[in-house]
């Protein structure tokens, strides 16, 4: 973030108290901060009696391995079981879990709690019958359709750990995943609807298994009715294997540590990183997190996080959250602008929802379309409002707050992680006042400092690195087949702290302001991207022969990725051709997310004497700033040079 943008951030004095009603019928009161820095282990310890357990732990936390942290010891759990069949036990197997919403109009299917655990039965027996056991992983590449919480939800029921891949990631990404964490059966559909056509997945997972001879089935779901290839003895469509399956099946209680999934994040190397989630914790803290942070209200409420399930967002609070909860959800497949750009609030209207949760670049692009879209719409059922994957500016989150909220609906700006796996920073809506762009502080039961490079608490008013000093339920338990690596990444920096990359800053009250990364890790529209993993792909090119990327400050996308090249002599001059060229290729490589927004050219880059880039001056250039402090350049002429090619290219 710009010093700039810091100062309108310290400028910011609004403050918005919670409704005097929501106070007053909150499901988390003032005091829960008391009761869980009492005793925090007591406080997880009761809201883990929140799930139903086969058999009860005996330890709360076993912190003796840390950094490999054991929540609930001894205790056996069923995730599907407590996700779905004991809704069903207690009455309330009538109850919609989902409203799902296809992207093409009318295209919708409300799924009771009763059909959802009929459906993850008869996908536990498939893949049962697919060879698939217990500590198998299988990859999920799917769009937003209900079979994907179903094939999620079965892969727990058999405890098989599940990796979902973001639809929108390229074959080379899915490749990579499965590769890494071995996975021998995928599930996927044909395609999705995207902006009104259908969009393949099928194709990539073809490409993909050229380099992945290990999987042995490709389970199919038939979403589009797009025309696919097809391997006989490998694949096979879904509706001719799940269908057919009883719709019994018996959950086996697994250890509470047994591992839930893995979920590929970027890092600031190459190679994404396997977060390991595994089940007992992650279902207090992401089943709490969701009831508190929402007030969540189970028999009345419809949720939506209108997110995609590839991301963790997903994971913890479209699938395990609020399903844990016995919670009325809307699952929507596409874009917010189709058909129209009022579609969003249209779901918001037909379904009666009352919390919304979503991220600041969609806000954002909600903007700029205009206040007279959603007022078309009838919002008042909405009760609590909220934000999540990036800072969201004080202009946003009052836009926010007045359109979308309706002026009367708590913004819940909500700080985690992929690593977290639950909510860690966020105001509680009846207990905390909003402050537009701060995530206030630390909810009950979890323990978040800001400290200098030393590893110093800093006062109120300062700004350093945000560290967690707790273990907390959710907590990733590892990176997957690399220990080295997470405890490199997170717990080397300062001692016994976790790090988590972002800059912070405790105002004069000591609330928590989020300032963006301090690593290489970018963040382009609530995406996480790391600089290296582009570049890689960039140098993978056969024109391109060194590459430098920077995350530079965008109006809409929060940061945009910047790429500055050197072409290889063979590659002649590098017209828009060429970018164009490049551009393509990254999105072939990682995924259209990544495509980078511009590219420039450049004779050489801006390196250190020790040869390390510069990438903090290429983002005053990307960011039309004027070039700072370059006297630590190897060649300090280069910045005009780089400068002047950027004016020429205006
Ligand atoms: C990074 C984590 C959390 C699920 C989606 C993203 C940034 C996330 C906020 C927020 C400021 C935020 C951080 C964090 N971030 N939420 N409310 N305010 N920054 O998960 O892909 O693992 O990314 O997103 O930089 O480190 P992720």
Redesign the pocket.
């Known amino acids: 973030m710009t010093s700039e943008a810091i100062d309108n951030l310290s400028r910011e004095d609004r403050r918005f108290e919670p409704p005097a009603d929501l106070a007053a019928d909150a499901n988390v009161k003032a005091d829960a901060y008391e009761t869980a820095s009492a005793d925090r282990l007591a406080f997880w310890e009761e809201q883990a009696k929140r799930l139903d357990w086969e058999t009860p732990w005996e330890q709360v936390l076993d912190w003796s391995g840390a950094p490999f942290a054991k929540w609930f010891v001894g205790g056996r759990i069923n995730a599907a079981y407590n996700c779905v069949d004991r809704h069903v036990e207690a009455g309330k197997g009538d109850k919609v879990a989902f409203h799902w919403v296809g992207e093409p109009e009318d295209d919708t299917r409300d799924i009771t709690y009763a059909e959802l655990k009929d459906e993850v039965c008869k996908a536990a027996n498939a893949l049962l019958e697919l060879g698939v056991q217990s500590s198998d992983r299988v990859a999920i590449y799917m769009p937003m359709i209900p079979e994907t919480v179903v094939a999620m939800l079965a892969c727990a029921r058999i405890g098989a750990p599940h990796t979902v891949v973001f639809g929108g990631f390229s074959s080379q990404a899915l490749i990579d995943r499965i590769h890494d964490c071995d996975a021998r059966v995928v599930i996927t559909a044909d395609g999705g609807y995207r902006r009104g056509e259908p969009a393949g997945l099928k194709p990539a997972v073809d490409t993909a298994l050229e380099q992945c001879p290990d999987v042995r089935s490709v389970l199919v779901v038939r979403r589009t009715g797009q025309d696919v290839d097809w391997t006989e003895g490998r694949d096979v469509w879904w509706h001719e294997l799940v269908d057919g399956q009883s719709a019994e099946h018996t959950p086996e209680a697994f250890d509470s540590e047994h591992p839930l999934y893995v979920m590929y994040?970027?890092g600031t190397t190459g190679k994404p990183k396997g977060?390991l989630h595994t089940t007992g914790g992650y279902l207090v803290g992401t089943s709490y997190t969701h009831w508190a942070v929402f007030d969540l209200k189970p028999d009345t409420d419809v949720y939506w996080t209108a997110?995609d399930i590839g991301?963790?967002?997903g994971h913890?609070y479209i699938v395990y959250g609020p399903l844990a909860n016995g919670t009325t959800s809307v699952m929507y497949e596409g874009t917010p602008d189709t058909p129209h750009k009022g579609r969003w609030w249209e779901i918001i209207s037909t379904y009666k929802v009352n919390i919304l949760y979503c991220?600041?670049t969609a806000i954002r692009t909600f903007m700029k379309w205009g206040a007279e879209i959603p007022e078309k719409y009838d919002m008042s059922t909405l009760r609590v409002i909220g934000?999540?994957?990036?800072?969201?500016n004080p202009e946003a989150y009052v836009w926010y707050r007045e359109t979308i909220g309706g002026g009367r609906c708590p913004v819940v700006?909500?700080?985690?992680?992929?690593?977290?796996g639950q909510?860690m920073?966020?105001p509680l809506p009846g207990v905390t006042a909003g402050k537009p762009g701060s995530?206030m502080t630390p909810l009950p039961g979890i323990e978040a400092k800001v400290v200098d490079d030393e590893g110093n608490p800093v006062g109120n008013g300062h700004g350093g690195y945000?560290v967690l000093t707790e273990p907390w339920p959710a907590m990733l338990r590892g990176i997957w087949n690399d220990d080295e690596r997470f405890k490199e990444t997170y717990w080397s920096r300062f001692k016994d702290m976790y790090f988590?990359?972002?800059g912070a800053k405790l105002d004069d009250d000591g609330d928590i302001w989020?300032?963006?990364?301090v690593d290489d890790?970018m963040?382009v529209s609530?995406?996480?991207m790391s600089t290296t993993e582009i570049e890689s792909a960039l140098v993978s090119h056969p024109k391109v022969a060194e590459a430098a990327v920077v995350g530079a400050n965008d109006p809409d996308t929060g940061q945009a990725v910047h790429a500055y090249v050197i072409l290889r002599e063979s590659a002649g001059d590098g017209g828009p051709e060429v970018v164009q060229e490049l551009r393509d290729h990254v999105a072939n490589e990682i995924g259209k997310i990544a495509r980078p927004k511009s590219i420039m050219v450049v004779p050489e880059l801006p390196k250190t004497r020790s040869g390390k880039i510069m990438r903090r001056l290429l983002r005053d250039v990307a960011e039309n700033r004027e070039v700072g402090d370059v006297t630590t350049l190897a060649d300090t002429s280069i910045m005009d040079k780089i400068s002047a090619g950027m004016q020429d290219a205006k």
């Open positions: 994040t970027s977060i997110a991301w963790v967002t913890s991220a600041p934000s999540v994957g990036e800072p969201i700006d909500t700080w985690w992680q992929t690593e977290t909510i920073i966020s995530a945000l988590a990359g972002d989020l300032l963006g990364r890790v963040n609530g995406h996480r």
